[in-house]
Each structure stands twice: as C-alpha cells, then as structure tokens.
C-alpha cells in the first residue's frame, strides 16, 4: 500500500487514522473542509513530521464540484491511490440536526442532510476516484459505515435519518462492488464499522453506554487497518466490524 486517502481527517477517527499510515510509511492525501484547513492544527503538526508523505487538501462531500476538484488536485500529485477511506459522517450538528427518538422529530432538512452527507458522498467519491484506483495493484475503496445501518440488526428503532442513509450507504457500498468487479478488477469495495467510538459524533449518547463499551479512536483505527490489510477479493461489497465480523444488511 503506497499511497492512501483520508476523507475526512478532522474528525476523531480521521485524524488517529491519517496518524497510523503515516506511522506505517503510507503516503497520505488527507482531506478536510476548506474551512479547517488552515485551522486544524492536528493537520498542521503531522505536515511538518512527516513533510511531503502528507498533502492536506480540501473536500466537501456535499458539493460534488468540491468533490470534482479535489479528485482533480489529487490526480495532480499522483496517478494511483491503494486505499481509501471515507472517515466523513453526519448525526448530529449544531444547526439544530439531532437524531429522531419519534415520528414527530422527522424533518426534510435533517434527513436531506444526512443522506447529502452519508450516502451521497461515498457515491461522488466513487465516481471521481474510479481513474485513480483502477490499476494493475489491489486498491480499496472504503466508507466508515455503522452498525445502525443494518436492517436486520435494527431493534431500538428511531435514528431515522441516519440509520436509513447508512443503509443507503451500505447498498451503494454493494452496488459499486458489482460495478467496481467489472470495470477496476482489483478493487476492493467495502464498508467498515468502528464500533462505539469516543469522537464529538458519540458524544452527546455516550451516558447509557455499557462499561467498556467505548473505545479510543486510536483503538478503533488499529482494528479497522487489521481488518482492511486482511482483505480478500470475495470480500468486495460487504460491511465488516472493528473485529473483522461481517454486519449483515
Ligand atoms: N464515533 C462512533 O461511535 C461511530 C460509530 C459508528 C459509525 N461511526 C462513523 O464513523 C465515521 C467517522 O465519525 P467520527 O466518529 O470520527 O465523527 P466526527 O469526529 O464527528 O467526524 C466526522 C467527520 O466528518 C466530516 N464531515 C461532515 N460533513 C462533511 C462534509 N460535508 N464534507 C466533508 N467532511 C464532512 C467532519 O468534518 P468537520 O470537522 O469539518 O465537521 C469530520 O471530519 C462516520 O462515518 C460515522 O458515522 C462513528
């Protein structure tokens, strides 16, 4: 694996993931919105350790043009990505987006923002990526998906908007697979789920957790590399947790 990218690298897992590449020798694109870019001093510190193995860059992958753009930049510096993954996820925001608990917390906005975010970013990712990751050596496409995005697991209910756009997410993830199978023959396309993760996106439902249910990003990102390095072809369209157990849909 020569050369990754992050989406997403200011959120809690982003960030310890970007770290443990760099540690491990892989040369890291690592994307974060425009906004932060010259704010996030996490970004700021690894950039003068690690000097040209890291290029920060900016992507919304809520504006498919930003989403063009930074496919564009990134074909600048090089012709073949190994892996990606998509660390960016929406649930809750200070612009009033919280989790539904019941019917009556359903609206348009939160869920066209959560599925902007969730299910249609992977999608653009993809689309724009495809060039990149279509060579002769095995590439991996991955989205950090959630457990809650699973069907059949589904039994607390509520969480309309993003249980439904991790669904979304997980069929794309399937969907791409089929396509990717055909077209990029050596890609590997899968969604991965981090477990229960103390990162700002937890946060706020963290207090009914059970003891040492919550783990450190840095924790989550070391299962998450274990389980992508451990990846087989046949494996291509699946969600696979932190352990490596797959998550029916
Ligand atoms: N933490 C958990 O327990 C848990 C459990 C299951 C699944 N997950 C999934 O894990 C992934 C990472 O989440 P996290 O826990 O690291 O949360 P986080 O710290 O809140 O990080 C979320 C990331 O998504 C980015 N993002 C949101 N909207 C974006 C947009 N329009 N364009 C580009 N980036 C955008 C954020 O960027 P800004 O910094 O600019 O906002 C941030 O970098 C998500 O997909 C989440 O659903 C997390």
């Known amino acids: 694996m ?32 425009e906004q932060c870019l010259n704010k996030f001093e996490c970004l700021d510190t690894l950039k003068s350790n690690y000097k040209s193995q890291l ?36 649930l809750h925001n200070d612009e009033g987006l919280h989790p539904e608990k019941r019917l009556e917390d359903v609206n348009t906005d939160n869920l066209v923002q959560s599925f902007t975010v969730n299910s249609i970013g992977p999608l653009l990712i993809a689309r724009y990526a495809l060039p990149l990751l279509r060579h002769e050596e095995r590439s991996i496409l991955s989205n950090i998906s959630a457990r809650v995005g699973s069907i059949s697991d589904n039994r607390a209910g509520g969480w309309y908007a993003y249980r439904a756009a991790k669904a979304a997410q997980n069929m794309i993830t399937k969907t791409l697979a089929i396509e990717l ?42 299962y998450l590399y274990k389980v992508i390095t451990g990846l087989e072809k046949k494996d291509s369209g699946k969600i696979f947790a932190w352990d490596g157990s797959e998550i029916s849909p």
């Open 2 to 33: 020569d050369n990754a990218l992050i989406i997403g690298a200011s959120g809690g897992i982003g960030i310890k993931m970007t770290q443990l590449l760099l540690k491990k020798g892989i040369n890291v694109i690592a994307s974060v919105r």
């Open 55 to 90: 290029i920060p860059i900016s992507m919304d992958v809520s504006s498919q043009k930003s989403v063009e753009k930074a496919f564009s930049l990134i074909s600048e510096h090089t012709n073949k990505l190994h892996l990606i993954i998509n660390c960016t996820g929406l």
């Open 181 to 222: 199978n055909r077209r990029s023959p050596h890609t590997i396309c899968i969604g991965l789920h981090p477990g229960t993760v103390n990162t700002k996106l937890s946060k706020p439902f963290q207090r009914n957790l059970k003891l040492g249910q919550l783990t450190t990003a840095e924790q989550s990102v070391n």
